[in-house]
């Protein structure tokens, strides 16, 4: 019968007999080890991963540093490895066993280079600081209708490298993170797949995925979608990732990234918070959109390059979310071309509002149908408010004969609720005949509307505006081929300090009775075919605008001063303006203010409408006979303020083109000197 003496912890004893049957052994997987002389000991079964080493001079179990998973080609020395590091040579059969008995918490795995088969989901479940690192040349290929890697209410989860792929129909995702917190995925090759890598909250107890990184990741040779992420996703990266060549599309859909929703399941968590894709490169999307994010609050979308893209490089919208509310959109500094529409904002869920939306610094070229879109949908009551399209870029020479660079579009039903929307500092230019895009900002059924500082050049139409209210148009220039700006039923429309060039149908148009209270002014016109405004609004008022020849344009009923000097001191020698409004306009009164009496014989003075521009009034007269003395004279008979020498009993139509002329008569005279002032009130 052998001694037995247990030391302090309960496991190591001393033993003696028949070895195959001492009562040192307790479990599977004790060691004998020798304590002493003549003497051994039992030492417990250590944890996975674990190796025998000398410890303080005695023999214990420790963690490896980084153990090796091996394929079956891999080479000798990485199953040298992968044998004495506790970890795993795999078979090529079913791998995603060995892969899920191998990795546990706590360590760092190498996964030598070659050839792994995954024949079913390899699930990583409630793990905690694990890096896998995969050796360039080490490649997974899952042959099963299955995920790859299911990682699964895990924290602190971080792979770098490995090539990825599927050898089946190409019908089901890659890679699952659910629940977790920090799953990165950094350096990674997807290709051959449906979807690559897709994040999601776990759909009963709602707990979310928080801090996935995906991050310098290529994205190959897909049907669906390269990144997906759902609800109940917070605080992600997807960054200086490599997406193209995106092929079918499922039911005529495809992304290079998107955001989705599991619905009402996940009513609770609705949407993403937190979302920033930033430096990617997406392009050849046979199939739909290169980014498309449904929903959401705080979402960044920058310094993407993105082209060569079937229907829209970005859209941010909420469809499809279980009619949540959006906010804090930001859509900046992204290189876009080659598309149908470069980026696409949109509300689309009745009784839900989309707020505070920011798309500025972005370039857009060759596109189709729109560089910058923001509509809301035909639902009833869907709403978005406080945006702005500011410092982008805008060109196209691809465009139709609808393609507009920015449109900007409420629901007739909401106007006065989808309300302060910006344009501002945008670079637009159609490049072509009139085809390539048709309107530079068109703008329908909105509230508070500023469109200020854009310069748009080769486009058809500058700027239209419909059934729009509290419009201001205020700066920048306009090079519009047909019309320059066009307003169209809405209320208090004020169009400032505009320039115009170019056009040919007309400057500004404000063609609808309904539009009341419409300001025009410091507009400047010029190299305008038919540089009119003209306008039915109810109430318009149009002052201190100029256009060819010094063209001020006037409004009916708005009063205003001009005057011109007397240059020519000697006898038969006119001094004149003519009537540059735009318009007849009426002459209220003029004045004439001698400074300067002539030196030689007195003459007298006339002054009148010059009907003909011959150089002789041969219109109505205004004055007849001033005297050549130093002094104030009015027009009107009254003789106000000097002689009565005025003729003028009634306002006096002054012809557009017309000339109002001053003379001096009777003697021969030299250096007379002084100003004719005229006072006149639009038709």
């Known amino acids: 019968m052998a001694n037995i003496l247990y030391d302090n912890n309960g496991d190591l004893f001393v033993a003696g007999g028949d070895v195959a049957t001492d009562a040192i052994w307790d479990a599977a997987g004790d ?25 303080g001079g005695t023999v214990a179990w420790t963690s490896f540093g980084t153990i090796t998973i091996a394929a079956s080609d891999s080479s000798a020395q990485a199953k040298a490895m992968a044998l004495s590091s506790g970890g795993v040579v795999c078979t090529d059969t079913n791998d995603e066993v060995d892969f899920a008995a191998t990795i546990v918490s706590g360590h760092d795995y190498f996964v030598a280079a070659g050839g792994y088969s995954f024949d079913a989901v390899c699930t990583l479940s409630a793990l905690t600081d694990v890096n896998i690192y995969f050796e360039a040349g080490s490649a997974i290929v899952r042959d099963v209708n299955a995920f790859m890697f299911a990682i699964t209410g895990c924290t602190n989860v971080h792979i770098y490298g490995g090539d990825f792929s599927q050898a089946d129909a190409n019908n089901t995702r890659l890679v699952e993170i659910t629940a977790s917190t920090n799953t990165w995925f950094i350096g990674s090759h997807f290709h051959d797949f449906v979807e690559g890598i897709r994040v999601i909250c776990n759909t009963g107890t709602h707990a979310k995925s ?36 995106q092929t079918t599309g499922v039911g005529g859909i495809a992304y290079g990234i998107t955001t989705g929703s599991t619905g009402a399941a996940d009513a609770t968590v609705p949407g993403f918070n937190h979302l920033f894709i930033t430096g990617n ?46 906010e804090r959109w930001t859509i900046k500094d992204n290189i876009i071309h080659d598309v149908v529409i470069g980026i696409m904002v949109s509300n689309s869920e009745a009784g839900t509002v989309i707020r505070i939306i920011n798309v500025h610094d972005n370039e857009i070229t060759e596109f189709t149908s729109s560089g910058v879109k923001v509509y809301v949908d035909t639902n009833d ?64 059924n909105l509230h508070y509307v500023n469109l200020l500082n854009n310069n748009i050049a080769r486009c058809n139409w500058g700027m239209y505006l419909n059934n729009t209210n509290y419009a201001i148009v205020d700066g920048g220039r306009i090079d ?40 025009i002014t410091g507009i400047n016109q010029y190299g305008c075919t038919n540089e009119m405004i003209t306008t039915n609004a109810v109430t318009p008022r149009i002052f201190n605008n100029i256009g060819k020849a010094g063209t001020q344009y006037i409004t009916s009923g708005e009063i205003t001063t001009i005057s011109f000097p007397i240059t020519a001191g000697v006898e038969n020698v ?62 009107l008979s009254n003789g106000r303020g000097g002689a009565a020498s005025g003729v003028q009993t009634d306002p006096v139509l002054w012809a557009v083109g017309a000339y109002v002329n001053f003379i001096i008569l009777a003697a021969a005279g030299a250096d007379t000197a002084g100003r004719v002032t005229i006072t006149v009130m639009g038709v």
């Not at 920015?406 to 909401?414: L, Q």
């Not at 004045?591 to 041969?618: K, L, M, R």
Request: glycine residues 12%; aromatic residues 8%; contains cysteine.
């Open 31 to 55: 060691l004998a080890v020798g304590t002493g002389a003549d003497t051994a000991g039992r030492l417990a079964i250590g944890t996975t991963g674990q190796i025998p080493t000398i410890a």
């Open 210 to 245: 928080i801090g996935t990184r995906i991050d310098n990741c290529e994205f190959e040779d897909f049907t669906y979608a390269a990144i997906i992420t759902s609800d109940g996703v917070d605080w992600t990266w997807i960054t200086n990732n490599k997406i193209h060549d």
């Open 281 to 326: 490169i997406i392009y050849s999307i046979a199939v739909h959109n290169g980014i498309d994010a449904h929903g959401g609050n705080y979402l960044t979308i920058s310094d993407n390059q993105i082209y060569d893209i079937a229907s829209t490089a970005i859209y941010a919208h909420n469809a499809g979310t279980t009619s949540i509310d959006g």
């Open 381 to 444: 009551g869907s709403l978005m408010t406080d945006i702005a399209v500011h410092d982008n870029i805008l060109q196209s020479t691809t465009g139709t004969g609808s393609t507009n660079a920015i449109t900007f579009a409420g629901r007739v039903a909401d106007v006065a609720s989808n309300l302060r929307w910006k344009a501002s500092n945008n670079i637009i230019n159609g490049y072509g005949a009139g085809d390539t895009v048709e309107m530079g900002i068109r703008v329908d």
């Open 480 to 519: 519009a081929l047909s019309n320059g700006l066009n307003g169209n039923d809405g209320d208090w429309m004020t169009i400032k300090n505009l320039t115009f060039h170019g056009c040919v149908t007309c400057t500004i148009d404000i063609n609808d009775a309904k539009i009341a209270l419409c300001l």
């Open 574 to 635: 006119v001094s004149s303006i003519i009537n540059n409004f735009g318009g007849n306009v009426f002459i209220l009164e003029s004045n004439v203010a001698i400074t300067t009496a002539a030196s030689a014989t007195n003459p007298t003075y006339d002054a009148g409408i010059d009907a003909d521009g011959a150089g002789a009034p041969d219109g109505a007269a205004l004055f007849t006979a001033i005297p050549d003395t130093v002094g104030y004279y009015s027009s």
